[in-house]
T-cell receptor
Framework: NAGVMQNPRHLVRRRGQEARLRCSPM?????VYWYRQLPEEGLKFMVY????????ESGMPKERFSAEFPKEGPSILRIQQVVRGDSAAYFC????????????????FGEGSRLTVL | GNSVTQMEGPVTLSEEAFLTINCTYT??????LFWYVQYPGEGLQLLLK?????DKGSNKGFEATYRKETTSFHLEKGSVQVSDSAVYFC????????????FGKGNQVVVIP
């Protein structure tokens, strides 16, 4: 009964490097959400994806950030040329098919990936 | 747009004290409301939820009532334990939307033995 799986749990990068964060949703869930939590702040929505589609990326920075959720494999959040301000915890969440009987509006969260940029 | 406001600042209280964390919201339509809890170094876990006005969500001794007239969803617990020390987030979701959640800033709760 695996929940949402994120890896790596901790990632250290130097300025200018790339960071790749992976997320496997709960079994049977087809919707993935990425949130960012900066120190001492709440969670900010970044992007919402279904398989092979980006549905809402209104929270994604315009530069350096991208996300995908391929037909096979986990969802990936990619940050190019990282800067110190990217240091944060990145949380992935999933939900079942919208409109389905199992959908109560709840999101199921992973344990997060904590990115530190030196 | 939709937004959630939580009371400012951390909350420090003694074991067995009464806990209240205020949450108010602004939303179009009729959102579902949630409280999530985050223990140190972990992800968010759903604590309780309410999907319509006057519903009361409850779990582990925590309660919150969906008050449409005051647009509030305050969290309460009658007698806290040290193990309740965590960060608590209020959130809302538009039922007819995409399950995207809007979160408040969170409140750090520290329970002292």
């Amino acid at each position: 009964n695996a929940g949402v799986m994120q890896n790596p749990r901790h990632l250290v990068r130097r300025r200018g490097q790339e960071a790749r964060l992976r997320c496997s949703p709960m079994k049977g869930h087809s919707h993935v959400y990425w949130y960012r939590q900066l120190p001492e702040e709440g969670l900010k929505f970044m992007v919402y994806l279904q398989k092979e589609n980006i549905i809402d990326e209104s929270g994604m920075p315009k530069e350096r950030f991208s996300a995908e959720f391929p037909k096979e494999g986990p969802s990936i959040l990619r940050i190019q040329q990282v800067v110190r301000g990217d240091s944060a915890a990145y949380f992935c969440a999933s939900s079942p098919r919208l409109g389905g009987l199992s959908n109560t509006g709840e999101l199921f969260f992973g344990e997060g990936s904590r990115l530190t940029v030196l | 747009g939709n937004s959630v406001t939580q009371m400012e600042g951390p909350v420090t209280l003694s074991e067995e004290a009464f806990l209240t964390i205020n949450c108010t919201y602004t939303a179009t339509g009729y959102p579902s409301l949630f409280w999530y809890v985050q223990y140190p170094g972990e992800g968010l876990q759903l604590l309780l939820k309410a999907t319509k006005a006057d519903d009361k969500g409850s779990n582990k001794g925590f309660e919150a009532t969906y008050r449409k007239e005051t647009t509030s969803f305050h969290l309460e617990k009658g007698s806290v334990q040290v193990s309740d020390s965590a960060v608590y987030f209020c959130a809302l979701s538009e039922k007819d939307g995409n399950n995207r959640l809007a979160f408040g800033k969170g409140n750090q709760v520290v329970v002292i033995p």
